[in-house]
């Protein structure tokens, strides 16, 4: 395929987080209505795709990836004739829609799980995974772990069989060695692409394959269970299975945009997920790039839960690598933050003192790589992590985990709960700042998800405020949008981890972009570039300078060059 330009590779995604983003009826959970009645800011902001997270049928006992019916809109998001709207509504402004698609598992209130319920010769039994209980029956079928904690089997209410689930008891994992549930999801995902949608976000397909026989894993005591990616992620059929439901879609569709979340996925695997011929996704998103410092973490506790620094030599790598392997597909996925991580801003950045230049920072350094953007609503804004109070507050599984076992260590309940706010998902779920009114402008009533209010850190506000880390984010998709960031080479400098400094080239244009990563000022000397004219700034944060060949970089400090090479 070589360097061709894809319609998609200038695609800048916002992911909107439903239930968070917009409340139109009063009740505290965003919906439909209020991502229609936002476009327009949407727009303004200059994405052209938004990706929605689960608004389907659900128990939400995962907050909507636990899937009841496929076909229906959960009536907290509002209806069918809504979602038909936004589609056309977004379309109007130049802006795509995909939907987030979950095809690993169901919620055990899916028909197709109740019916497979009934027994071994229902038809919809092979539609899951099912196995016989070790010694007879009194053992578990192996020694697997789950990732929201605890054995991957559950034993069925009547019968002796335990069924498989990677995620919350809750979500039966679907059987994709069983065409008939290869055909449905196809069917489930043209019944969307038919209403209008522009692609999918697949939810966890890199799972799709469970290992036959179901292997222990080795090295565990008795009893004990374990994380089992060896045989239950990245396995050998999940291309022929992506390739299928891909190029099934694409004979009828074929610009439906797919990025596929490949969490564990080597950028080889993404290589291949990502190849036409082989996986047939457009891109994917792994959450390999960011290499944490693991020194101070307990290792008996849920890694992602401990609050620790990014590793910004490895990160560097790390991005390298996945810029040289993607760079013929587009590049890879840019993002910083999802659903799944606590926000940026105070998880890397510096929330407190330096919290509009890390901001601004950070979104420089990453969305002008080559690849796509992909920010999480608020993210714009320079959103923290939302500030919960009580355990009681978090509402997803894992943090309920963490706590309990966290306390059976011995830790204390305030260090737990620190711990909690700075890192888990629910920390970036807190509602959507509009404004500085009681619930932030989000709802006239207190939000499913808790809230910050804050003066100065809104849409209101900063739309009113052209220093904002708002204005400046619209500042960087505007450059993002040139030929150079979409298309140039890129090139990472080699440099002391306290900078981040890379160019893109294209023909005879550069960009150079210079990132101070650390909360002291920075000194940053550009004689080597000084006979390529770098002098023209096309954008920076605040408190920098350039005085002769240096360059004077505040706390977070960034700055863009521009030039043209004369020879
Ligand atoms: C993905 C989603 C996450 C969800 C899980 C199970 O990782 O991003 O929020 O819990 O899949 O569907």
Redesign the pocket.
Known sequence: MGNVREWWHGLIVYQVYPMSFQDSNGDGIGDIRGVINRLDYIQNLGVNMIWLNPIFKSPKV?NG?DISDFLEIDPIFGTMAEVEELILEAHKRGIKVIFDF?MN?TSEQHPWFQEALKGKDNPYRDYYIWADGKNGGQDLPNNWESFFTGTVWEKEPSGDQYYFHL?AKEMPDLNWANPEVRRAMVDIAFFWLDKGVDGFRL??FIHLQKEEGFPDVEGLDEGEIGLAENYYANLPKINEYMKFFTSTLRERYPDTFIVG?A?SATVELARSYTDPVLGGCDTVITFRYFTMDEKSKDPRLSSNMQKTKLLYGAFKKNLQEWQKVMADVGGPTLYWNN??MARVVSRIGDDSKHRDNSAKMLATLMYLQKGIPFILNGEELGMKNLYLNDIKDFKSPEAQTFYKNALALGYSEESVLYNLRESSKDASRGAMQWDQSAFAGFSTVPPWSGVNVEADYNVAAEEANPGSILHFYRKVLDLKKTDLFVEGDYHLWGTHDDFFVYERVMDKQVGLVICNVTDQPKEFVLHPLEHHGYRQILLQNEGNWLEGETLHLAPYGVAVFQTVYNS
């Open positions: 995962d990836y979950v598992h995620f939810d966890a979340e969490a659903h799944d």
